[in-house]
């Protein structure tokens, strides 16, 4: 029963505790990632990573011996780095083939402990291309005049976990997810005009970077240089221009009755005063005397 005992104890601390937790760790294409293991090596300790479900070798630093080995594999080589002091494995200039499941094995005396890192390598976001799309519009007269602006805002070369979204200012107008094997890889906006006050961006996003590209009169024309607003610009011109001759035309009119009734009441009072004078009775004595003279 005691030996029975000793070898139950052994194996339990040759065993050790598997970790259920995978944490999960992302990066962008290209850079260096770090998988830190939270502890500080004692001389002892041996520290083993290893990646994929077959378990493959990439680095091992032994306590004992003070030495630190790396894989040869063509995934590894030339791109692995261990912390001596901690053990971190670092992988610098990453690739997505480097994406997967890595697993870092802990061994302290008798006791062995693991931990599981789950890394997800995302590609370098493409720039997006804002073009005008006139396949909307039917006809060449409706193109001429026609205020509406419909611009497409296209990816390429996409991975996983990528967005395409319009802005409006910080309002997001709409978004769509696209990948590699989308057919789908662009988002519209529809336009009456481009107005000077409004910032109308594309965004691709994926979790850890974004790339915008903002609309400009380049793409879209501005309202004040559409058919539209210029022909509204001529009638309000115009309609001014008709109310001040209109304006004009009254007061001409108006000067003209005025002096005509000044006129007038000039010439009525005149002949008023001759009627009255003439009836006088002292104008009639006058005229009689000199008819009898």
Known sequence: MVICSVFLSLSFLT??????EVKSVSVMEGHSVTLHTD??????DVITWTYGPENTFVARINGNADSIMFSDDWMFKDRVKLNDQTGDLIITHITSQHFGLYTLKISINWK??????????????????????????SSSSERSSSLKCVVLCSVMKVSHDV??????????LSSISVSEHSIIRSISLHLECLD???????????????????????????CSDSPDMRRNMWIIILTVIFALLICVIIIIKHKRSVQGFVKAATRDFSRSYEDSNSSRPGNDQKQKHILVY
């Open 15 to 20: 065993v050790g505790v598997f970790g259920d």
């Open 112 to 137: 062995v402990s693991y931990k599981k890192f789950s890394v997800t390598v995302y590609a370098r976001l493409p720039v997006p291309a804002l073009i005008r799309d006139f396949s909307q519009i």
């Open 39 to 44: 502890v500080v090596k004692q001389r002892n």
């Open 163 to 172: 967005s395409v979204s319009w802005y409006k200012g910080k309002s997001l």
């Open 196 to 222: 000077d006050s409004d910032v109308y961006s594309c965004v691709v996003s994926n979790p850890i970077s974004t790339q915008t590209q903002h609309l400009n009169t380049d793409v879209c024309h501005k």
